[in-house]
């Protein structure tokens, strides 16, 4: 049998406690320490680009894009995702990459960057940089810090200090 398809639609304020509870338990009290939090704190997510996945009326994963910047250049910071475990492994997580990057790219986004398994994110185009093509304003994993690029974007586009967009 086929898995159900989910639902998948922008997030809107009725969704924002059930999505934090969900990273809460995929990631843990934790997870607001880390490098990419600190890209997003102050900084509004997409909310065209942040999407959430129902399944039944139930939320079933989600995403999150932040505007950044690499050097001088717009980019888009990619996470949390999450997806419950109820759910998991039914295609979700993928769908709700697969349809950010998709809406990333039609509104002219050229960069996205996450720090995440490569094993996993690798699917979907995205890779690791050279060593010191990126600097985060934080400690993490070189390995990890992964860069898709949309459109015809030169593989080595990503370059310079990763910081919060400027407003
Ligand atoms: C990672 C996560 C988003 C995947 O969601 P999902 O809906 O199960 O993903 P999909 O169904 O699209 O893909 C599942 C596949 O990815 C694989 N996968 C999941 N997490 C992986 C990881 N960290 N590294 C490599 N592969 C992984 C699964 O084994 C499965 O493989 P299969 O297709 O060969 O069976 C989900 O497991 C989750 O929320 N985990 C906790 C939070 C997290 O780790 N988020 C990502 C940050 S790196």
Redesign the pocket.
Known sequence: MTDPIPDIRPMTAADAAAVEALNEH??GPGRHVRTASRLREGVPADPDLTLVATLDGRLA?SVTMTPIVIGDDPALLL???????D???????????RETLTRAKAKGHRLVL????????G?FGFHALAPGQVTLPGPVDPR?VLVVELGDLARSAAHGMVGKARS
């Open positions: 995929a990631f994963g996470g949390p995702l999450a997806v419950d475990p759910f998991e492994k039914r295609g979700i997580g993928g769908r709700l990459v996450l720090v995440g398994d490569p094993p996993y994110y699917r990890r």
